[in-house]
């Protein structure tokens, strides 16, 4: 089946150093695509999404990249500070017929004061 | 602002009890959504709504139940609760087209 993958579990940055997460989806109909922060003990808050018709996207401190060619994702995470420590998801969208949503296991992201 | 609001936050069942998990949103959307997370394996779609009054399977629907009682309100039941039903359980809702929004899950321990 489809399926939306990561590179790496984890990864540990140092405070202030710039951190990119990246995500390798295989459905090639996907059209929009969204990364979630999930913190322990909650449940998964939207960071930043894109469609499928940009190839790229910014927000405060975050930076989504889409390379459709090679169906290649990635978060990137400017000046990263404790707080950003947390569990990221991508997360890929078919909104063909329903809004169908698969999401990668995640990547821990451990930031070193 | 509320968003998506699940109740209880935790449980611990016997095998064999059921019960209910429940989920609300006061956002106004269409499309609700049970997931369970366990770990290594990520968010798995147990079933979802797209609009009130309509219900589907996800990738993990057996040993579920649901029901979209109306717009803002979607529940979740264990007819006959199981150890591997063991896991978190997140609620989610969103618009028609856009990202879901998330409540912070319910931890379902089944002994």
């Known amino acids: 089946g489809e399926s939306v993958g990561l590179h790496l579990p984890t990864l540990s940055v140092q405070e202030g150093d710039n951190s990119i997460i990246n995500c390798a989806y295989s459905?090639?109909?996907?059209?929009?695509f969204i990364w979630y922060k999930q913190e322990s003990g909650k449940g998964p808050q939207f960071i930043i999404d894109i469609r499928s018709n940009m190839d790229k996207r910014q927000g405060q401190r975050v930076t989504v990249l889409l390379n459709k060619t090679v169906k290649h994702l990635s978060l990137q995470i400017a000046a990263t500070q404790p707080g950003d420590s947390a569990v990221y998801f991508c997360?890929?969208?078919?909104?063909?017929?329903?809004?169908?949503?698969?999401f990668g296991i995640g990547t821990k992201l451990q930031v070193i004061p | 602002n509320a968003g998506v609001t699940q109740t209880p936050k935790f449980q611990v069942l016997k095998t064999g009890q059921s019960m209910t998990l429940q989920c609300a949103q006061d956002?106004?959307?269409?499309?609700m959504y049970w997931y369970r997370q366990d770990p290594g394996m990520g968010l798995r779609l147990i079933y979802y709504?797209?609009?009130?009054?309509?219900?589907d399977k996800g990738e993990v629907p057996n040993g579920y139940n649901v029901s979209r009682l109306n717009k803002r309100e979607f529940s979740l039941r264990l007819e006959s609760a199981a150890p591997s039903q063991t896991s978190v359980y997140f609620c989610a809702s969103s618009p028609r087209t856009g990202f879901q929004h998330f409540g912070d899950g319910t931890r379902l321990s089944i002994l």
């Open positions: 997360a890929e969208n078919y909104s063909g017929g329903y809004q169908k949503v698969t």
């Open positions: 709504s797209a609009s009130e009054g309509t219900t």
């Open positions: 956002m106004n959307h269409n499309s």
């Open positions: 459905n090639s109909a996907s059209d929009y």
